[in-house]
């Protein structure tokens, strides 16, 4: 497919001046990229032109150019993970990806599942339905937050590893703290206790820089429309060599037992479009840099959150060394401490200020999580501490 010209080489331009690169509507402030993404509107246009090649010859497209297309879309992706393509397989989603591997888990009853308060709300459920149905014991360990150092992470989760448990699923990014977790040192912990380990990266691709061939896991999956710009709907779960036989996609279809790979790239008819424009979604990251694009991201979330709890005469999460590009920072007093509380406070700053940002109830009082991603710029964090005090009144 030809390289949309808007792709072209250009010099790093941040903020306002690329807002218009995405389709998000101009008159509201989005400080949520880390919750759903945005795509850019050249990728939007690549993954038009997949969805009209599909229905202009539906059969030509999938007996012929199908297979093709996804295999240039892993190929594309590998290098980017420091892999071979013969482990990493497209999803929808990290959590479809995880529902897969704990599906296929051959566990005996009584094993031990590990996951920590922090894991994603998905991922919990679906290790407590698989771990009920399997007769599992699901046990969980209590993270440190606010948090000063990896130290004080790693402490507290090596304790959890004795009893030693059969898995563990670990974050590599918390949804709800935003702390990038010293992964490779937790899970070598895990591993040295002889459990396997799954990695929910949902957040990690493009905002960290992913060596999948260095880290000690067997499962790591991740999204790719969070911090790598593609559509909606696309994913990647990277398996290790040893475990690839015995894993397989939710839905079983036609390429089944012909390969990891292979049974993954079809499951059945589907609009893949937000997949096989993956290469796309590459091209509008190279287009500025990826180490310009996270080196701006982190900057100005590390910026934001700093002035915010200065202003609000609060406190962050956790320092720069767990943040990647996002942060938390506590709210004033006086907003209330529950979860109702805090949908409440979300809905007033959308419907009253047009500001968007997910508000966490944590340590007994409300916590915002910023995102940075390259259409923000400091003025759009002040426009949220105004909207807080102005509420605050």
């Known amino acids: 497919m030809q390289r949309p010209a808007s792709l072209s080489n250009t010099a790093p331009r941040f903020g306002a001046a690329v807002r218009g690169s995405f389709a998000l509507e101009r008159d509201y402030t989005q400080l949520n990229h ?50 071979d393509t013969d482990g990493l397989a497209l999803v929808e989603n990290a959590t479809q990806a995880v529902n897969a591997v704990l599906r296929e888990l051959d566990l005996p009853a009584g094993s031990g599942i590990l996951i920590t308060d922090q894991t994603y709300g998905a991922v919990k459920n679906a290790a407590r339905h698989l771990s009920a149905r399997n007769g599992w014991e699901l046990n969980s360990v209590t993270l440190p937050f606010p948090v000063n150092s990896k130290e ?84 990647v779960l990277w398996t290790a060599e040893a475990r690839r036989k015995s894993t397989h996609p939710l839905a079983i279809s036609h390429w089944y037992q012909e390969g990891y790979g292979e049974e993954f790239e079809y499951v059945g008819t589907r ?19 990826i180490d310009a694009i996270r080196g701006y991201n982190k900057a100005l979330v590390n910026g934001a959150a700093d002035m915010l709890a200065a202003r609000w005469e609060t406190e962050r999460g956790a320092g720069p060394e767990l943040t990647g590009h996002m942060a938390m920072v506590r709210l004033p007093d006086g907003f209330g401490s529950t979860r109702e509380d805090a949908e409440a406070l979300r809905d007033r700053l959308i419907d009253e200020f047009r500001v968007q940002i997910p508000i966490n109830p944590l340590t007994g009082t409300l916590w915002c999580r910023l995102s940075a991603q390259i259409y923000n710029e400091l003025t759009d964090y002040e426009r949220l501490a105004e909207a807080i005090e102005a509420l605050a009144r």
């Open 152 to 235: 004080e992470i790693l402490s507290a989760y090596k304790r959890a590893l004795d009893p030693a448990p059969a898995l563990v699923i670990l974050d590599h990014i918390t949804s709800p703290t935003a702390l990038v977790l010293p992964l490779k040192e937790m899970a070598a912990a895990a591993r040295d206790a002889g459990a396997l380990v799954l990695v929910d990266g949902a957040h990690a691709p493009g905002m960290l820089d992913l060596d999948l061939s260095e880290l000690p896991c067997d499962w790591y999956t991740g999204n790719l429309h969070k911090w790598m710009f593609t559509p909606k709907g696309c994913g």
């Open 271 to 289: 609009d893949a479009s937000s997949q096989l424009c993956v290469p796309s979604a590459l091209a509008f990251i190279d287009a500025f840099g």
């Open 34 to 83: 880390g919750s759903y993404g945005a795509t850019p509107v050249a990728v939007l246009a690549a993954q038009r032109i997949w969805q009209d090649k599909l229905e202009l010859e539906p059969s030509r497209f999938m007996r012929r150019d199908y297979k093709p297309a996804m295999r240039a879309a892993i190929a594309a992706l590998a290098p980017r993970f420091k892999v």
